[in-house]
C-alpha cells in the first residue's frame, strides 16, 4: 500500500492550495481518510476527515469552513482544497486511511500514512 501527498508549496496568505493524495495497493472506498497536519516543534494533528462508512466530514475548528475533503472514486484520489490560508497553517500535510468503524478515530492509529507534503504560507 503506498499514498502520495502532492500539491504543497509556497503560498502568499490568503491564498488557495489542493493538496491530492492517491493512493494504490487499496481503494479508498473501503477507507476512511484523514489529513493531518505537523508544524514545526508541534504534534501531527488530524485536521479533516472523510468516514467511509456514510463520508461523514470532520474537521477541525481552526480549518472548519476554510478547507475541504472530498474523495474522487475513478481516479482513486482524495483531496483537501484549502483557501483563506494563514501563516498558521504552515505544516507538513499528511494523507493516511484506516479501515475500522473508528475510521480516523481509531485510538489504534491509522493504518497507512503517506510521506507528507509541504505548505508554507507566507504573511
Known amino acids: 500500500v503506498q499514498l502520495v501527498e502532492s500539491g504543497g508549496g509556497l503560498v502568499q496568505a490568503g491564498g488557495s492550495l489542493r493538496l491530492s493524495c492517491v493512493a494504490s495497493g487499496i481503494t479508498f472506498d473501503a477507507y476512511a481518510v484523514g489529513w493531518y497536519r505537523q508544524a514545526p516543534g508541534r504534534e501531527r494533528d488530524l485536521i479533516a476527515c472523510?468516514?467511509?462508512?456514510?463520508?461523514?466530514?470532520y474537521y477541525e475548528d481552526s480549518v472548519k469552513g476554510r478547507f475541504t475533503i472530498s474523495r474522487d472514486v475513478a481516479k482513486n484520489t482524495v483531496y483537501l482544497q484549502m483557501n483563506s490560508l494563514k501563516p498558521e497553517d504552515t505544516a507538513v500535510y499528511y494523507c493516511a486511511v484506516d479501515g475500522s468503524v473508528y475510521g480516523c478515530f481509531d485510538h489504534h492509529g491509522m493504518d497507512y500514512w503517506g510521506q507528507g507534503t509541504l505548505v508554507t504560507v507566507s504573511s
Open positions: 472523510s468516514m467511509s462508512v456514510d463520508q461523514t466530514e
